[in-house]
């Protein structure tokens, strides 16, 4: 089975080189002459996928089957393991998740050869070429470097287990979206790619781009969400982002990749702004290419880290620069040949779209030097320093304050040349509701200053995007839900963005209280009153634990309902791990954890936090991605729908 | 209403907890400072934790040294300086603003001055003048006619 | 190449830039995990350790005699890397090197039977059952190793399991060069 699953990534590796040259020449060739060497795009990277969707199924089978056999499997599973981790634990370690990337690649590629029928043939070839050039370095990272169908003799009788931390749900969905919204730039960079060779960025071009970097985007915002709210509900901190380094290198993608999109708008619909959305398609991609060279290269520290290997980072660096280079070059040589069509005023929709690419592109610059001056401090300085969050707090937060005011603004201005005054006459009213927010939290929370700012900027970006879309829906509903979807996407998105201000801010408000309890003792945090019943000890499939039982009551002392943290241990591993007990109410969470067990007198150190909006950080999240799917569902992004035989012509709506 | 209102006031109170309770120091200010200061302290057995958040054995004893060197009468400064003279700068999570990080913490500034400057110029650029062809003589004479004499 | 060209071949250098400075580090050899020790190039701070066994002297700053160099190594019972090592501090400690020890968050008896089980190669072994001392080393782990040459300056601190790659290529040469 093992040897199936190698033998397939072999051929998808001769296929992925045949997809990176073939259409390549073959829209050199031109539409009629090359239109056979052209197709063979698609059917190589439909086959590609395949090999490659058998080479992953040939692998989760021997995970499912605990072939330990297979060096991957006996490195990280475990016969006790439940049976859902020991599917997920394909991708939990390095070999797994980079066949993982390549599935996803494939799955690209295989996605603009069946939806990209709408596509000029030359242009899709291209795409398809450069994709597949991607798809050849990545299959040959992972056959010469990283083969996951290894065997070991002799067989060991058991499998050396898979870190504890991440048997958990959250890991079953984080890395598949994660890595799906990092791949799914390398389409938009193919696309960038593909303009340069052909030497035309058009309005069309923008159109054509704008629905994968959607995709894209939509997925790499749920991946990271769901990171964020593992991290927070498996690790046992009560936090929800580190600016740890692997967690930085999917943030630079993303606030790259948000840019980006609202740059490709200003291209289908202005023609202008070209260079600079060339320039971050092809950037976006370059940050998910230096994510991975970051995570998997030893070149960092981090909890995320896969176990590092000089000979990989070596390859992994040798592919960005291959990759990364090739984009920059053709863009070094190519680019300033481009004109822009439309000009515009500064104030003006265009206007706004440059300080949000400003702002983004600098906020992503910040991340990028605090997670990588360390290293070259190093190198360079002999100095060893750590850059920890409240570098990142200082120099991120203060450019996320002004994208955050001009927001509802820029959302409101007109292409070209807009009224700047009447765009702020009509938001008034969303800024005097920021501001009553503003007054009455600094009056109630005594100047914890923050957090309050941050949701008076959430009421802002909220009232403002309703004003908007009210404004343009003229406040009637029949009207609203006629209006296209990709102008509810965008203030779906935007409301999202607002909600998930809020839960961070209110996240500001945090309170915590610790304290060694006995039977029949309680603690109280903001108002809450805890319980503590006792300790008892619990089995698991492959873990003992401690878990305490806790009963939040009442005023009157009744009992309201109950938590039960625990605290696990794997012996494999020998670690222990901290299963956080949450309740959430939507408005606040209650997060309680279990410390040092004192058996003799049958105590325990609890520690109790209260974290007032919590769960609207990645609810947000989620609405900023139904924000994204319904700009996908637009029906000017109708992708490969096969072309209907119409009556006659249909006007298309100015737009 | 008002329970949500009491529940914001509430809110509004300063957390006071240590990662142990038996390690916490009487005096609650004291016990806020070391707080504080752990928050700083990077765990070196741990990565990317601060002493405060990690189980590490090793984190707890800073924490126990931090709380110390505070109830011996130590400033904040003089705390930290105590443990950087024996593990350097790079048990602070926040990196000092020295010669050797200069860069770091200017960097993001510089950036989103450069490209701030950069965009200004690109908004005031005028369409280039080649963009339109300038009118022959003959064209010229043709449009003084046309505007002279609209008929 | 105009100045417009240079603006557009920017990012192309800059990732040139990047990818060699990436490269320097890795084959350098660094190891971002390990905290460097600000120890070196200075004298080894003071302390004073209750003897690992009874009726030895104590361990003090004045076991580093001057004109004797000396390796010290913090090390313990429950660790298994401490166990990996051992043989080569034996190997060192035959060879006439003058090896102190000081046994890191450990119970005597423990330590005790750590070294009747895997050899002695200590001259003097001190307890550090607080881990007080071990701080002000600026040790985060163990095993750690230290070297202090003949006039009292730390020279050289390793953390982790010392191979006998890592004293043939780094202790010795400090042996010879610091020899009395």
Same mark, same amino acid.
């Given at each position: 089975? $093992?040897?199936?699953?190698?033998?397939?990534?072999?051929?998808?590796?001769?296929?992925?080189?045949?997809?990176?040259?073939?259409? =390549?020449?073959?829209?050199?060739?031109?539409?009629?002459?090359?239109?056979?060497?052209?197709?063979?795009?698609?059917?190589?990277?439909?086959?590609?996928?395949?090999?490659?969707?058998?080479? *992953?199924?040939?692998?989760?089978?021997?995970?499912?089957?605990?072939?330990?056999?297979?060096?991957?499997?006996?490195?990280?599973?475990?016969?006790?393991?439940?049976?859902?981790?020991?599917?997920?634990?394909?991708?939990?370690?390095?070999?797994?998740?980079?066949?993982?990337?390549?599935?996803?690649?494939?799955?690209?590629? $295989?996605?603009?050869?069946?939806?990209?029928?709408?596509?000029?043939?030359?242009?899709?070839?291209?795409?398809?070429?450069?994709?597949?050039?991607?798809?050849?370095?990545?299959?040959?990272?992972?056959?010469?470097?990283?083969?996951?169908?290894?065997?070991?003799?002799?067989?060991?009788?058991?499998?050396?287990?898979?870190?504890?931390?991440?048997?958990?749900?959250?890991?079953?969905?984080?890395?598949?979206?994660?890595?799906?919204?990092?791949?799914?730039?390398?389409?938009?960079?193919?696309?960038?790619?593909?303009?340069?060779?052909?030497?035309?960025?058009?309005?069309?071009?923008?159109?054509?781009?704008?629905?994968?970097?959607?995709?894209?985007?939509?997925?790499?915002?749920?991946?990271?969400?769901?990171?964020?709210?593992?991290?927070?509900?498996?690790?046992?901190?009560?936090?929800?982002?580190?600016?740890?380094?692997?967690?930085?290198?999917?943030?630079?993608?993303?606030?790259?990749?948000? !840019?980006? =999109?609202?740059?490709?708008?200003?291209?289908?619909?202005?023609?202008?702004?070209?260079?600079?959305?060339?320039?971050?398609?092809?950037?976006?991609?370059?940050?998910?290419?230096?994510?991975?060279?970051?995570?998997?290269?030893?070149?960092?520290?981090?909890?995320?880290?896969?176990?590092?290997?000089?000979?990989?980072?070596?390859?992994? =660096?040798?592919?960005?620069?291959?990759?990364?280079?090739?984009?920059?070059?053709?863009?070094?040589?190519?680019?300033?040949?481009?004109?822009?069509?439309?000009?515009?005023?500064?104030?003006?929709?265009?206007?706004?779209?440059?300080?949000?690419?400003?702002?983004?592109?600098?906020?992503?610059? $910040?991340?990028?030097?605090?997670?990588?001056?360390?290293?070259?401090?190093?190198?360079?300085?002999?100095?060893?320093?750590?850059?920890?969050?409240?570098?990142?707090?200082?120099?991120?937060?203060?450019?996320?304050?002004?994208?955050?005011?001009?927001?509802?603004?820029?959302?409101?201005?007109?292409?070209?040349?807009?009224?700047?005054?009447?765009?702020?006459?009509?938001?008034?009213?969303?800024?005097?509701?920021?501001?009553?927010?503003?007054?009455?939290?600094?009056?109630?929370?005594?100047?914890?200053?923050?957090?309050?700012?941050?949701?008076?900027?959430?009421?802002?970006?909220?009232?403002?995007?309703?004003?908007?879309?009210?404004?343009?829906?003229?406040?009637?509903?029949?009207?609203?839900?006629?209006?296209?979807?990709?102008?509810?996407?965008?203030?779906?998105?935007?409301?999202?963005?607002?909600?998930?201000?809020?839960?961070?801010?209110?996240?500001?408000?945090?309170?915590?209280?610790?304290?060694?309890?006995?039977?029949?003792?309680?603690?109280?945090?903001?108002?809450?009153?805890?319980?503590?019943?006792?300790?008892?000890?619990?089995?698991?499939?492959?873990?003992?634990?401690?878990?305490?039982?806790?009963?939040?009551?009442?005023?009157?002392?009744?009992?309201?309902?109950?938590?039960?943290?625990?605290?696990?241990?794997?012996?494999?591993?020998?670690?222990?791990?901290?299963?956080?007990?949450?309740?959430?109410?939507?408005?606040?969470?209650?997060?309680?954890?279990?410390?040092?067990?004192?058996?003799?007198?049958?105590?325990?150190?609890?520690?109790?936090?209260?974290?007032?909006?919590?769960?609207?950080?990645?609810?947000?999240?989620?609405?900023?991605?139904?924000?994204?799917?319904?700009?996908?569902?637009?029906?000017?992004?109708?992708?490969?729908?096969?072309?209907?035989?119409?009556?006659?012509?249909?006007?298309?709506?100015?737009? | 209403?008002?329970?949500?209102?009491? !529940?914001? @006031?509430? *809110?509004?109170?300063?957390?006071?907890?240590?990662?142990?309770?038996?390690?916490?120091?009487?005096?609650?200010?004291?016990?806020?400072?070391?707080?504080?200061?752990?928050?700083?302290?990077?765990?070196?057995?741990?990565?990317?934790?601060?002493?405060?958040?990690?189980?590490?054995?090793?984190?707890?004893?800073?924490?126990?040294?931090?709380?110390?060197?505070? !109830?011996?009468?130590?400033?904040?400064?003089?705390?930290?300086?105590?443990?950087?003279?024996?593990?350097?700068?790079?048990?602070?999570?926040?990196?000092?603003?020295?010669?050797?990080?200069?860069?770091?913490?200017?960097?993001?500034?510089?950036?989103?001055?450069?490209?701030?400057?950069?965009?200004?110029?690109?908004?005031?650029?005028?369409?280039?003048?080649?963009?339109? $062809?300038? @009118?022959?003589?003959?064209?010229?004479?043709?449009?003084?006619?046309?505007?002279?004499?609209?008929? | 190449?105009?100045?417009?060209?240079?603006?557009?071949?920017?990012?192309?250098?800059?990732?040139?830039?990047?990818?060699? !400075?990436?490269?320097?580090?890795?084959?350098?050899?660094?190891?971002?995990?390990?905290?460097?020790?600000?120890?070196?190039?200075?004298?080894?701070?003071?302390?004073?350790?209750?003897?690992?066994?009874?009726?030895?002297?104590?361990?003090?700053?004045?076991?580093?005699?001057?004109?004797?160099?000396?390796?010290?190594?913090?090390?313990?019972?429950?660790?298994?890397?401490?166990?990996?090592?051992?043989?080569?501090?034996?190997?060192?400690?035959?060879?006439?090197?003058?090896?102190?020890?000081?046994?890191?968050?450990?119970?005597?008896?423990?330590?005790?039977?750590?070294?009747?089980?895997?050899?002695?190669?200590?001259?003097?072994?001190?307890?550090?059952?607080?881990?007080?001392?071990?701080?002000?080393?600026?040790?985060?782990?163990?095993?750690?190793?230290?070297?202090?040459?003949?006039?009292?300056?730390?020279?050289?601190?390793?953390?982790?399991?010392?191979?006998?790659?890592?004293?043939?290529?780094?202790?010795?040469?400090?042996?010879?060069?610091?020899?009395?």
């Amino acid at each position: 089975m $093992a040897e199936l699953g190698h033998f397939a990534l072999a051929l998808a590796g001769a296929l992925a080189i045949a997809q990176s040259i073939l259409p =390549l020449i073959g829209a050199r060739l031109g539409e009629v002459r090359g239109a056979a060497l052209m197709q063979t795009g698609p059917a190589c990277a439909g086959v590609t996928f395949l090999c490659v969707g058998i080479a *992953f199924g040939a692998l989760m089978h021997a995970y499912a089957t605990s072939d330990f056999s297979v060096a991957n499997v006996a490195q990280n599973s475990h016969s006790l393991k439940p049976f859902l981790y020991k599917l997920t634990g394909t991708w939990g370690n390095h070999e797994g998740s980079l066949l993982l990337w390549v599935l996803m690649l494939a799955g690209c590629s $295989a996605a603009v050869a069946a939806f990209g029928n709408n596509l000029p043939a030359v242009l899709r070839a291209d795409v398809l070429a450069v994709l597949g050039m991607i798809a050849t370095g990545f299959l040959l990272f992972t056959l010469l470097t990283s083969n996951p169908f290894e065997r070991v003799f002799p067989v060991p009788e058991e499998g050396r287990d898979l870190n504890p931390l991440l048997q958990d749900p959250g890991l079953a969905f984080h890395p598949p979206f994660l890595y799906a919204g990092y791949v799914g730039f390398s389409v938009a960079f193919a696309f960038a790619c593909a303009a340069l060779i052909e030497g035309r960025v058009d309005a069309t071009w923008g159109r054509w781009v704008r629905p994968w970097v959607l995709a894209a985007w939509l997925l790499l915002t749920l991946g990271i969400a769901l990171g964020s709210w593992w991290a927070y509900y498996e690790l046992g901190w009560g936090g929800y982002w580190f600016w740890d380094p692997v967690e930085n290198s999917s943030f630079m993608p993303w606030l790259l990749g948000t !840019a980006l =999109l609202h740059s490709a708008i200003v291209v289908e619909k202005r023609e202008a702004l070209k260079v600079w959305t060339i320039l971050l398609a092809i950037l976006s991609f370059s940050m998910s290419l230096l994510g991975t060279f970051l995570v998997r290269s030893g070149v960092l520290n981090s909890v995320h880290a896969f176990a590092a290997d000089p000979r990989r980072g070596v390859f992994i =660096l040798g592919l960005l620069v291959v990759a990364i280079g090739g984009g920059l070059a053709l863009f070094a040589w190519r680019a300033p040949a481009l004109q822009p069509k439309g000009f515009f005023a500064p104030i003006s929709r265009e206007g706004a779209l440059v300080l949000n690419n400003v702002l983004l592109a600098s906020a992503c610059a $910040a991340v990028a030097i605090g997670t990588l001056y360390p290293i070259f401090a190093d190198l360079l300085l002999g100095a060893r320093i750590t850059v920890g969050p409240t570098f990142f707090n200082a120099t991120f937060l203060p450019m996320m304050a002004p994208l955050v005011l001009a927001l509802p603004v820029g959302a409101m201005l007109s292409w070209k040349r807009a009224d700047l005054a009447g765009a702020l006459q009509r938001l008034w009213l969303a800024a005097a509701i920021a501001a009553a927010v503003l007054v009455v939290g600094l009056f109630v929370s005594g100047l914890n200053v923050l957090p309050v700012l941050g949701l008076a900027a959430a009421a802002w970006i909220f009232c403002g995007a309703v004003i908007e879309i009210g404004g343009r829906s003229r406040w009637s509903l029949s009207r609203l839900v006629r209006l296209p979807r990709a102008a509810i996407g965008m203030t779906v998105a935007h409301i999202g963005l607002a909600v998930s201000t809020a839960g961070i801010s209110g996240m500001g408000f945090a309170a915590e209280q610790i304290a060694l309890l006995r039977p029949g003792e309680t603690m109280e945090v903001s108002g809450t009153i805890i319980r503590f019943e006792g300790v008892t000890r619990a089995q698991g499939p492959n873990y003992t634990a401690e878990r305490a039982q806790l009963e939040v009551l009442n005023p009157d002392r009744t009992v309201r309902f109950a938590m039960q943290p625990e605290k696990r241990f794997f012996p494999s591993q020998r670690m222990t791990t901290t299963e956080a007990a949450i309740h959430t109410n939507i408005m606040r969470d209650l997060y309680a954890v279990l410390g040092d067990v004192v058996p003799e007198q049958n105590a325990a150190v609890i520690r109790v936090h209260v974290n007032p909006m919590a769960p609207w950080i990645w609810i947000g999240a989620v609405v900023m991605a139904l924000g994204g799917v319904a700009s996908l569902s637009d029906r000017r992004h109708r992708v490969g729908a096969p072309a209907r035989r119409r009556a006659g012509p249909v006007p298309a709506p100015a737009e | 209403m008002t329970r949500l209102a009491l !529940a914001l @006031l509430l *809110f509004a109170a300063p957390a006071l907890a240590a990662p142990d309770p038996r390690e916490m120091l009487e005096n609650p200010a004291q016990e806020a400072r070391a707080r504080e200061i752990s928050k700083g302290l990077r765990c070196l057995v741990c990565q990317n934790q601060s002493i405060d958040d990690s189980n590490a054995e090793l984190a707890r004893d800073l924490r126990l040294l931090v709380r110390e060197r505070i !109830a011996a009468g130590d400033s904040d400064d003089q705390v930290l300086a105590f443990v950087t003279r024996r593990y350097g700068d790079y048990v602070l999570l926040t990196p000092p603003f020295k010669a050797s990080t200069a860069l770091l913490w200017v960097g993001p500034g510089l950036v989103l001055l450069a490209a701030a400057t950069g965009a200004f110029f690109y908004l005031r650029r005028r369409p280039a003048p080649d963009s339109v $062809a300038p @009118l022959s003589d003959a064209e010229r004479k043709r449009l003084a006619k046309l505007l002279d004499d609209p008929a | 190449m105009t100045a417009r060209r240079l603006l557009f071949a920017a990012p192309l250098i800059g990732l040139a830039g990047g990818a060699a !400075a990436f490269y320097a580090y890795m084959a350098s050899g660094r190891d971002p995990r390990g905290v460097p020790s600000v120890l070196v190039g200075r004298p080894p701070p003071p302390f004073d350790l209750d003897p690992l066994f009874d009726g030895q002297p104590r361990l003090t700053k004045a076991a580093f005699t001057p004109g004797r160099p000396a390796v010290l190594n913090f090390f313990a019972s429950w660790c298994a890397p401490c166990r990996i090592e051992h043989p080569q501090l034996l190997r060192l400690a035959r060879e006439g090197v003058n090896l102190l020890g000081i046994a890191y968050k450990d119970r005597p008896a423990d330590a005790r039977r750590f070294l009747a089980e895997l050899g002695d190669p200590f001259r003097l072994i001190g307890q550090d059952s607080t881990g007080r001392t071990a701080i002000e080393f600026g040790v985060y782990g163990v095993p750690e190793t230290y070297f202090i040459d003949g006039s009292g300056i730390v020279r050289w601190r390793f953390a982790g399991a010392v191979t006998p790659e890592i004293l043939d290529d780094q202790l010795r040469p400090l042996l010879r060069r610091y020899a009395s």
